[in-house]
């Protein structure tokens, strides 16, 4: 799997949108990007994914380069909830497990 | 969505003694199961893939004899410590992926303290 490269920590005013970068500058064509996020103590949680286009969920929106070396997720309005470490992997779509990168830890302050 | 119940969320049990873990997918089937960990402040580990009906597949550096997998349904993988030592303490996960469409489904963790 292709290698990540994200900021330690990030600090984000509540209300405001966070915006979460990742370099995956080694990626080849058939890998896609995932982003999950762990909040204290618990499991990861599955964010959004993508392979080459924009995506849009209820949770986050996806950015990804044209030339696919780096993505951004986006937060459109943090909330103190979204306090977490986010994690950005690269993965082939049928690849049996997720290499954990050491993320992001994003603070949303009040 | 994709359910993963794990359980117990949280044990403390002697040393030497074995402790089971017990990972669900409640809503669809799992041939293929995963087991990470995760030491404080560290990121996850991935320490297996249980595979139903056949043997699970260990990292590297992870002792198939200490933690012992078994995937005996679609729906169930257990992961047992067995003599358990204080330095096993930390926080088990496992996951599964409901499709090639979807992400991967966590489990909430086990965290395991051994004293």
């Known amino acids: 799997d292709a290698k990540t490269t994200q900021p330690p920590s990030m600090d984000c005013a509540e209300g405001r949108a966070a915006n979460l970068p990742c370099n995956h500058s080694t990626i080849s064509g058939n890998e896609y990007v995932y982003w999950y996020r762990q909040i204290h103590s618990q499991g990861p949680q599955y964010i959004i994914h993508g392979l080459k286009n924009n995506e849009t969920n209820e949770m986050a929106s996806l950015i990804i380069t044209e030339d696919r070396k780096s993505s951004t997720l986006i937060l459109p309005h943090a909330t103190l909830r979204d306090t977490a470490v986010y994690y950005c992997i690269v993965t082939q779509a049928g690849a049996n497990n997720l290499f954990f990168g050491t993320g992001t830890r994003l603070t949303v302050i009040p | 969505g994709a359910v993963v119940s794990q359980h117990p969320s949280w044990v403390i049990c002697k040393s030497g003694t074995s402790v089971k873990i017990e990972c669900r997918s409640l809503?669809?089937?799992?041939?293929?199961m995963f087991w990470y960990r995760q030491f404080p402040k560290q990121s996850l580990m991935l320490m297996a893939t249980?595979?139903?009906?056949?043997?699970?597949?260990?990292e590297q550096g992870v002792e198939k004899d200490k933690f012992l997998i078994n995937h005996a349904s679609l729906t169930l993988s257990t992961l047992t410590v067995t003599s358990a030592h204080p330095e096993d303490s930390s926080f088990y996960i496992c996951?599964?992926?409901?499709?090639?469409?979807?992400?991967?489904?966590f489990g909430s963790g086990t965290r395991l303290t051994v004293v």
């Open positions: 996951s599964a992926r409901p499709g090639n469409d979807y992400g991967y489904t």
């Open positions: 809503d669809f089937q799992a041939t293929t």
């Open positions: 249980s595979n139903e009906g056949s043997k699970a597949t260990y």
